[in-house]
């Protein structure tokens, strides 16, 4: 496992709501990053998809990861999400690109898909400022 990895796995640990819904960081690397969540009942909403709250976390979070991956301690300036179709399967899985990196911020772009039967389905596409931390 690489340093960075190691490093935003412990970031993620201290993030108590991270914990709490069972979110994964199971790659990070300079410029990207990968989180991962298994589906339950308790993340759905009436219509039995993933909560659309539960999606922009991901997104958001997978935004800063990839954003502080070339930063160093950063947060979440703004960022937009389209959801594209419903959230369906037994897992998430969202990755983050830095597209434009400046010395005290990076856009970042995230897509979401959800994984059913082992098939990836685009379910939600985010866009972010990530802002270093002084």
Known sequence: ????????????LAQPFSNLIG???TAMEEGNAEIVLLVRDELKQQHGFVHGG????????CLTYAGGSV????VTAEFKI???RPALGQKLIAR????????????CE???TAVKENKET????????????D
Request: aromatic content about 6%.
């Open 110 to 112: 995230c897509k979401v």
């Open 1 to 12: 496992m690489s340093d960075l990895l190691e490093f935003g796995k412990t970031v993620l």
């Open 54 to 61: 539960v999606i922009s976390y991901l997104a958001d979070n």
């Open 122 to 133: 685009l379910v939600a596409v985010a866009q972010g400022t990530i802002t270093k931390l």
């Open 96 to 107: 983050s690109t830095v597209l434009s990196l400046g010395k005290r911020q990076a856009v």
């Open 71 to 74: 930063l160093g301690d950063s």
């Open 23 to 25: 979110a994964e960081l």
């Open 82 to 84: 389209n959801f594209v």
